[in-house]
């Protein structure tokens, strides 16, 4: 929960794929799109791929609440009408309830982020810590 993923996509292709767009898309078990991976968007334009391959999408963190979720594929090029291919929600993976934050609960949500919360100080500062033990990653 929480930790970074590798996507892999083998694809085969008839032939080599000039200014490819590829997009990974995560939906909840509703059929919610919660996440748009787009390669142009994130990586910026690949003048060509040969006609076969691996492409690697690496997530460095994922933090999404425990659940299934469904994962689906698209490929486009700027070449074609509408999609090279699509893969609707080709699979399916569970996250497992683990301790995220390091306090026991989590809250009803769809993401889990860590964040750094403070507060004032009252005068009895040595029963009531001023800070909350989460904390934010480093990137």
């Avoid at 990586?43 to 994922?62: D, N």
């Avoid at 390091?102 to 001023?130: C, E, I, N, V, Y």
Wanted: aromatic content about 8%; charged content about 15%; overall charge negative.
């Amino acid at each position: 929960m929480g930790k970074g993923v590798n996507l892999h996509v083998d694809y085969d292709s008839p032939i080599a794929l000039d200014l490819p767009t590829v997009g990974i898309f995560i939906e909840n078990m509703n059929g919610e799109r919660l996440i748009h991976l787009q390669s142009l968007s994130q990586h910026g334009p690949v003048q060509e791929l040969p006609q076969k391959g691996r492409i690697t999408c690496h997530i460095p963190s994922l933090p999404l609440a425990p659940g299934q979720y469904h994962l689906s594929f698209s490929c486009s090029t700027t070449y074609s009408r509408g999609r090279v291919d699509y893969l609707h929600r080709a699979l399916s993976f569970n996250v497992e309830v683990a301790d995220f934050f390091g306090t026991g609960r989590l809250p009803k949500a769809q993401f889990l982020l860590r964040a750094d919360w403070q507060f004032p100080q009252t005068a009895d500062t040595s029963a009531h810590p001023d800070t909350c033990p989460a904390s934010a990653e480093q990137p």
